[in-house]
């Protein structure tokens, strides 16, 4: 399974703005030396593995915030405040439609095809709930759906509203899809 290398392009320029570019160059330059894949360019539509994404964001995880790797739910979101923002490259996504319903039913399975070459989302809107499912998915890693659940919490409430997210299934876990389900508030 490959994401596109936006999402580590967004990352990047998100740690940057965090960090710093000298503390950003001396991380990828030790990251590099412990995986040759981190010496090549990885431009915005360059197929990037998922694991080496996951490598990435576990060593930044190590390295700018003490191991807590609940900095993925952090990670999804960052990323979507800056590809759904009015000056992002997914912008047009946050324009296709004015409706809560068909923006979670038919633009969020959209945005998932747009990162990810395999898995399939179905998003269902129903009781002020959003119901989000990814199947056909090898990546069992709790984290990976952390940062998942994240990028779609964010898009929801730049769409204008905020939500409590929860996982009710897990790929990591032993079931057979992530299934997530995120209860609109007033924003």
């Not at 570019?21 to 981190?38: N, V």
């Not at 539509?45 to 190590?62: G, N």
């Not at 038919?106 to 119901?131: C, I, M, Q, R």
Request: glycine share 6%.
């Amino acid at each position: 399974m490959n994401a596109k290398g936006i999402a580590y392009i967004v990352t990047k320029s998100n740690m940057i703005a965090a960090f710093g570019e000298e503390r950003w160059s001396a991380f990828m330059e030790k990251l590099a030396g412990k995986d040759s894949y981190f010496s090549t360019v990885i431009l915005t539509i360059t197929p990037m593995p998922v694991e080496k994404l996951i490598i990435c964001f576990d060593e930044m995880c190590a390295e700018f915030f003490n191991n807590d790797k609940m900095q993925y739910t952090y990670f999804g979101k960052a990323g979507a405040k800056a590809v759904l923002s009015p000056t992002g490259p997914y912008r047009s996504f946050m324009q296709m439609t004015n409706d809560m319903k068909q923006f979670i039913e038919t633009v969020l399975p959209k945005v998932w095809s747009s990162y990810f070459d395999s898995g399939v989302a179905v998003a269902k809107f129903e009781n002020n709930v959003a119901h989000i499912k990814i199947t056909g998915l090898e990546i069992k890693y709790t984290y990976f759906e952390y940062l998942v659940m994240g990028y779609f919490q964010q898009a929801i409430k730049m769409f204008g509203k905020k939500s409590s997210a929860k996982r009710i299934r897990s790929l990591a876990a032993g079931d057979k899809d992530m299934y997530f389900q995120y209860a609109l508030k007033d924003s």
